[in-house]
């Protein structure tokens, strides 16, 4: 038997980040955004991404002729994001959180992808990350964000998910335990991910709660 290290969440699920969300169209989403922003404020040039991950997102649109500049908390998911950098003049990324990052630059656009504005679980935590988006948004910009939608998580109510996923040198398994909390409108999402490598016979868990906030109209 080979065994199981058992470690917690950082480089080694920033590396496997990508494969895991390899379904995930991109390029789709990037180009849903740029007619967003092509209706309501074509003139824009320049774009913030808060909560940047990987880079994905920033890449596809810049192929809009967008430039985009990156933040992140996770100084592995940048590194992943400061290689796209390299091959794309458009794109820049730095560390920051999305509560507390200031700079001196305005954009015409901030996005906050993926469920970035459900990580903001206070009231407190929301005023932060608005006024982030205040502090560096062009008045006649557009801050263009998505998030968990209440009724469609009261409806669909929260289940365990297993997602299998396989390239030539990696197997990975990852197990999704949701707890929710409907007073709270959180919800606990308590993973397992079981990473194999084919070539080397080994084996990693790892394991992380990843508490999200989803929002009804009204708010």
């Known amino acids: 038997a080979s065994g199981i290290l058992m470690i917690p969440f950082g480089p080694l699920y ?6 895991l969300y390899r ?22 040039h320049s774009i913030l991404d808060l909560g940047c991950g990987s880079g994905k997102h920033a890449d596809q649109l810049s192929r809009f002729d967008y430039r985009i500049h990156g933040i992140d908390h996770s100084p592995d998911m940048l590194r992943a994001a400061q290689e796209r950098a390299s091959q794309n003049s458009r794109l820049s990324f730095s560390p920051g959180d999305a509560k507390h990052y200031r ?7 901030v996005t906050a ?13 929301l005023d932060s990350f608005f006024a982030t ?12 964000f998505d998030f968990w939608y209440g009724p469609a998580v009261i409806y669909q109510q929260p289940e365990i998910r297993v997602k299998r ?20 409108q959180i919800v606990d999402v308590h993973y397992t991910l079981f990473i194999e490598d084919l070539v080397n016979q080994k084996i990693v868990e790892l394991k992380e709660v990843h508490s999200m906030r989803y929002f009804f109209e009204c708010e």
């Open 14 to 19: 920033a590396k496997y980040y990508d494969l």
């Open 103 to 109: 700079s001196n630059q305005i954009f015409d656009i």
């Open 165 to 184: 996923l396989l390239d030539q040198q990696t197997k990975i398994t990852r197990i999704a335990e949701p707890v929710h909390n409907l007073q709270s």
């Open 113 to 125: 992808l993926f469920h970035v504005l459900s990580y903001q679980k206070s009231h407190q935590d």
């Open 23 to 44: 379904d995930k169209d991109y390029g789709a989403e990037a180009a849903y955004i740029h007619d967003l922003i092509q209706r309501f404020y074509p003139h824009a």
């Open 133 to 144: 988006v205040q502090h560096h948004l062009n008045p006649q910009g557009l801050f263009i």
